[in-house]
T-cell receptor
Framework: NAGVMQNPRHLVRRRGQEARLRCSPM?????VYWYRQLPEEGLKFMVY????????ESGMPKERFSAEFPKEGPSILRIQQVVRGDSAAYFC??????????????FGPGTRLTVT | AQSVAQPEDQVNVAEGNPLTVKCTYS??????LFWYVQYPNRGLQFLLK??????LVKGSYGFEAEFNKSQTSFHLKKPSALVSDSALYFC?????????????FGKGTMLLVSP
């Protein structure tokens, strides 16, 4: 059973470009979470999605950031018009359907975004 | 809103000695508590969790954690540290009465085990 997959692992963008980060959850998992890790900081929750639904986006900036988890295909975190402050590691996690609170989340290897 | 405090940025211990990584939490209602480990340039790996039941929880790689409700703590422990345990450790909490299943993480504690 493959784990959570993220691609690309490293992404370099110039200021003003768009960044697209992809996450494929573990097989059978229908809950996806995105976190951001800045240097010297812990993980900050961004958004929680289930298939075709955004459940909680309270941690995601209102502007330039969006996320989706379509019926088919991976979850996408999209950052428009990137700025240097967006440079960070972005982690995706997934958990099984059902009573999600009881389950641990399984993390992908992360995408390291560098904005030049 | 819930929060997690890991009061030590770094813990140093000699190989073979016991280790403790501290975590305290704040949450409304009963907590679900988790420990994760992160190796350099890797994602987080799940170590153990407390949901209910025994206050002492055993997890992967010989780690265990003790839930103390009165002190709102969930310290990670291991009787005998290995050099390979050197990594960044995160404590996380989720309220049991929340309909959402997102986690709130502490800032992490770097564990350095010297030979």
């Amino acid at each position: 059973n493959a784990g959570v997959m993220q691609n690309p692992r490293h992404l370099v963008r110039r200021r003003g470009q768009e960044a697209r980060l992809r996450c494929s959850p573990m097989k059978g998992h229908s809950h996806v979470y995105w976190y951001r890790q800045l240097p010297e900081e812990g993980l900050k929750f961004m958004v929680y999605l289930q298939k075709e639904n955004i459940i909680d986006e309270s941690g995601m900036p209102k502007e330039r950031f969006s996320a989706e988890f379509p019926k088919e295909g991976p979850s996408i975190l999209r950052i428009q018009q990137v700025v240097r402050g967006d440079s960070a590691a972005y982690f995706c996690a997934s958990s099984p359907p059902g009573t999600g609170q009881l389950y641990e989340q399984y993390f992908g290897p992360g995408t390291r975004l560098t904005v030049t | 809103a819930q929060s997690v405090a890991q009061p030590e940025d770094q813990v140093n211990v000699a190989e073979g000695n016991p280790l403790t990584v501290k975590c305290t939490y704040s949450v409304s209602g009963n907590p679900y508590l988790f420990w994760y480990v992160q190796y350099p340039n890797r994602g987080l790996q799940f170590l153990l969790k407390y949901i209910t039941g025994d206050n002492l929880v055993k997890g992967s790689y010989g780690f265990e954690a003790e839930f103390n409700k009165s002190q709102t703590s969930f310290h990670l422990k291991k009787p005998s540290a290995l050099v390979s345990d050197s990594a960044l450790y995160f404590c996380a909490v989720r309220p049991s009465n929340s309909g959402y299943s997102t986690l709130t993480f502490g800032k992490g504690t770097m564990l350095l085990v010297s030979p």
